[in-house]
């Protein structure tokens, strides 16, 4: 799913002009990146939530001069809430049930 894709559901959702829609969308998405590049917590109930973890550092070289350098870099983390994991088991175990019940397993890949 893309930007576009969620601008068209909320567009069909509420009627809203896609322009606006689009508007909307850019602003959720904006303010959940600016809250992470602070270094706060985003929480969605029912989706899950979001936090940047300081990963630990790798030792590279400089090809040019040979030095050894070490770079951290930070990371977004995010946990699925149980509804989402719920819903993402009953998915797939309904595909599964519909691929086992056809003759050839080709078909259902």
């Known amino acids: 799913m893309t930007r576009a894709d969620l601008t068209e559901q909320l567009y069909q959702a509420i009627g809203m002009p896609l322009k606006e829609s689009d508007v909307v ?37 400089n090809p040019k001069t040979g030095a050894k350098v070490v770079s951290f870099r930070q990371g977004c983390v995010d946990s699925p809430s149980w509804q989402l994991i719920r819903a993402f088991r009953q998915c797939f175990r309904l595909l599964f049930v519909s691929c086992k019940d056809r003759e050839t397993t080709k078909e259902c890949t």
Do not use: M, P, Y
Request: proline fraction near 0%.
């Open 25 to 61: 969308v850019c602003a959720i998405f904006d303010s959940i990146v600016r809250a992470l590049r602070s270094g706060d917590k985003v929480e969605i109930r029912g989706f899950g939530s979001f936090h940047t973890r300081q990963r630990r550092g790798r030792i590279g070289r």
